[in-house]
């Protein structure tokens, strides 16, 4: 898919979903949002590459973590991920961090002014919260983010394996990372608004690769989740049914 457009590109005049019809605007946005799977499609190999470096990293340490980093959308998307590996997967709490623009109050509200991150804050954060034998995935979907850059650029001298999943062309987080993971996605149909299709291709993007890392991990087994977390009664009904099928096999 030849893009050569970025999530700041203005949409065309026939794609002003603010003078079209509801019908007309609702499948413009979907085909708009489809392109996102184009975009990943185009970057399985990055992909693959990271999830092979993320299995190798965590499994030759217990102590090794999986932290995410992001601001605004991104740390939201992000977070999302993050928070389902401990009960679908079994993987460790203590084994997961997230570093947020603006902290966890920015989840649920917008912190202004929060992703301006300086050089030396940037540094004493890393110091508390990465180590060398941590794994570090940064999202940023123009990929210049000062926050996502400035943590990915010190969590790799450090010698944490870093991973930048961004949305447009020769970023500065493409070019500080170990793995870059371009997710070229293009015209946002609200131009700029990246909680359209530049976060829908982040989320999948994180699917597949916390997905099959845990499944690596031995977190899946016959396509079902053998290490799952029961923390409900529905969930405690499918766990039993998951073990009664894993045993008549």
């Known amino acids: 898919m030849k893009n050569n457009n970025t999530t700041e590109t203005l949409p065309k005049f026939d794609q002003y979903i603010d003078i079209l019809d509801n019908d007309t605007a609702l499948s413009l946005m979907l085909d708009n949002q489809a392109e996102a799977i184009d975009a990943i499609r185009e970057s399985l190999p990055s992909i693959n590459q990271a999830v092979t470096k993320i299995v190798k990293t965590l499994s030759q340490n217990k102590k090794s973590k999986l932290i995410y980093v992001g601001a605004g959308t991104s740390g939201r998307i992000a977070v999302q991920d993050g928070v389902e590996l401990y009960p679908t997967f ?30 030396e804050n940037s540094k004493i954060i890393v110091k508390n919260k990465i180590k060398n034998i941590d794994v ?104 039993k049914i998951i073990e009664n099928k894993l045993n008549s096999i």
């Open 136 to 239: 570090v995935i940064g999202l940023a979907a123009s990929g210049s983010t000062k926050f996502t850059v400035e943590i990915i650029k010190h969590a790799k001298a450090i010698g944490a394996m870093t991973i930048g999943i961004s949305n447009n062309k020769n970023s500065i987080l493409e070019k500080t990372c170990d793995i870059p993971i371009l997710l070229n996605t293009g015209m946002e149909i609200v131009a700029g608004s990246t909680r359209l299709k530049a976060g829908t291709a982040q989320k999948i993007c994180l699917n597949l690769i916390s997905t099959l890392v845990m499944t690596r991990l031995g977190n899946v087994k016959n396509g079902m989740m053998n290490n799952m977390v029961v923390t409900n009664q529905k969930l405690e009904k499918r766990k």
């Open 90 to 119: 079994g993987w460790p709490k203590k084994n997961i961090n997230f570093i947020i623009a603006g902290g966890y109050k920015a989840l649920t509200k917008s912190i202004e002014g929060a992703e301006d991150l300086s050089n």
